[in-house]
């Protein structure tokens, strides 16, 4: 889907002039070639979008059978967590139903680099953890599939991912940096995040949050971005919890991005965290 999208997006041989078959006067016709893609790319979207629905459809269907074992077992909050509880999507299940919005800078993660930072990241955690996950959909769903902590939260301004895990999200928009949920003000132990803008606005608000919901002594922030805004980076995630900033090991690979990125930990030795990413092609292979 998104390599037939990119084509039609970039490539530098579809002027104008070639999208028409000839100058006769009959109605412009798109050559054989663009048609293709163009009809793999609405294959594509039509899947995604089915795809979208069922997941939509299984959220709804759980918390419905959950509110029905409410009213049977009231307080059992044993059952209650059982059902209502769907189990987590897979990152490969999620990519399936989730196509990157560009309008948003949605670029997503490979599989591989997903599960090895959740991985890496659940050897930060222990079963109490809370952690919150901002602009950082597929890190979140690596996360949870992996293995599912009651204490972990998406906050992203994309509402489609409600139907991940409707309990576990919340709206953020960085726009307004102090709007997050009151439970999360000074709890979080663990924020990983993954801002939509190379820019020092952008990250000014994002720090604004973090300063708010990170817990102030023992806060970690896993800041992942391009190197290309590292100075700034510095200067804004200056103090504990957020930073001082120290340049991990992890190797960031994205699906559609050919830009240089990193990430970035506020908590000392972070310097070796995701110490065998370097390995991480040859243990799963590339997805794409
Ligand atoms: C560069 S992407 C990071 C996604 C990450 N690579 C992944 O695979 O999960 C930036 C994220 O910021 C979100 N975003 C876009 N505009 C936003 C806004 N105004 N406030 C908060 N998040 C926003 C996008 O929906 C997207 O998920």
Redesign the pocket.
């Known amino acids: 889907m998104s390599t037939a999208a990119l084509a039609i997006r970039h490539s530098p041989t579809t002027t104008s002039s070639s999208f028409f078959s000839d100058h006769s006067g009959s109605p412009p016709a798109l050559n054989v070639n663009t048609l293709a893609l163009l009809d793999a790319f609405l294959c594509d979207k039509a899947d995604q979008e089915r795809r979208f629905n069922e997941l939509a459809a299984e959220q709804a269907a759980a918390r419905i059978s959950g509110l029905a074992l409410d009213n049977e077992h009231c307080h059992d909050e044993e059952h209650e967590e059982e059902v209502t509880k769907p189990s987590p999507i897979s990152v490969a299940e999620f990519r399936l139903a989730f196509g990157e ?1 560009w309008q ?6 490979t599989e591989p680099f ?1 599960n090895h930072l959740a991985r890496a990241l659940h050897t930060l955690c222990t079963p109490k953890t809370t952690i919150a996950f901002l ?5 979140f769903v690596a996360f949870q599939h992996l293995n599912h902590l009651p204490g972990a939260h998406l906050l ?3 509402q489609r991912f409600a139907v991940v895990s409707s309990k576990q999200y919340t709206p ?4 307004e940096p102090d709007v997050f949920p009151e439970a999360l003000r000074g709890k979080v132990d663990v924020v990983v995040v ?3 803008f190379l820019n020092e606005v952008t990250n000014t608000k994002i720090a604004q949050t973090l300063r708010q919901i990170l817990h102030p002594t023992r806060g970690k922030l896993l800041l992942i971005t391009s190197t290309s805004i590292e100075e700034t980076l510095h200067k804004i995630y200056d103090g504990t919890p957020t930073g001082p900033l120290r340049k991990t090991k992890m190797v960031v690979e ?1 699906r559609q991005l050919s830009n240089d990125f990193a990430a970035w930990g506020s908590w000392e030795g972070a310097e070796d965290f995701g110490l065998d990413s370097t390995t991480l092609s040859l243990e799963e292979g590339r997805d794409n």
Request: contains cysteine.
């Open positions: 919005d948003l800078s949605q670029f997503w993660y997903a602009c950082c959909p597929t890190g992203e301004y994309d953020y928009d960085l726009d993954d801002p939509p994205h």
